[in-house]
């Protein structure tokens, strides 16, 4: 099967070039790639995510809003009236998906994902006072994922053209923690095997084999 890596950073001229007609492919695929997303309510684990007026900029986005309904902070009374003053500015500012293309995207889509992305982190949440349940979280993650890249089959064409080209292959969500990756991986250097978990890739390959068959089952029932 052939292993086709994917990142935020990827090379746009590398071969292929293009899957399912779309260029810069692989960058597109991250979920740090701006697209309008409105996620339904959903329960995980007992925390309520998401409601009907939400929107965000990227799956990366709402993954980290996510995040912060498995934290603990004692919300003041602003907050209590306006819960989105609850969260990081970063989490509910907007960037219009329509206005990025390869250039922007590396100058000021990227560097404002990175940023959504470190809100979350250790330090910072530490910082502004937040306290992540880490056990629940780590139970919720793939739930939440799945969730949002479905939120994002629905909204996004692109995406799902380059899922639907790039069944049969191995799509390899790159991180450089390689082996010890949850949501990526990498190549072996001595094998070139992919090692890591690569949770997301897997995610994305599922998405694409299911909608093969339901397409499939839609033919026969015809």
Request: charged content about 25%; overall charge positive.
């Amino acid at each position: 099967m052939e292993i086709l890596q994917f990142y935020s950073k990827s090379k746009i001229t590398a071969s292929p070039e293009t899957m399912g007609g779309v260029r810069n492919w692989r960058q597109r695929l991250s979920n740090f790639w701006p697209v309008r997303i409105s996620p339904l309510p959903i329960t995980v684990e007992g925390r309520e995510l998401f409601n009907e007026e939400l929107q965000f900029s990227s799956v990366e986005q709402a993954f980290h809003y996510a995040k912060f309904r498995f934290t603990t902070k004692t919300m003041s009374d602003s907050e209590i009236l306006d819960p989105l003053l609850h969260y990081p500015d970063v989490l509910t500012q907007s960037i219009k998906p329509d206005r990025v293309n390869d250039a922007t995207f590396k100058e000021q889509a990227r560097p404002f994902m990175v940023e959504v992305k470190s809100s979350s982190g250790k330090g910072k949440m530490k910082k502004a006072g937040y306290t992540l349940d880490v056990v629940t979280w780590n139970r919720a993650r793939v739930a939440v994922m799945e969730h949002l890249l479905l939120a994002r089959w629905v909204s996004d064409d692109k995406f799902r053209s380059i899922l639907s080209a790039s069944l049969g292959k191995y799509l390899l969500h790159f991180e450089r923690s390689g082996r010890k990756s949850f949501w990526g991986g990498s190549l072996n250097k001595a094998d070139q095997t992919p090692q890591g978990q690569n949770t997301l890739g897997k995610m994305m390959m599922t998405m694409s084999s299911q909608y093969k068959q339901y397409c499939q089952d839609g033919e026969t029932k015809e």
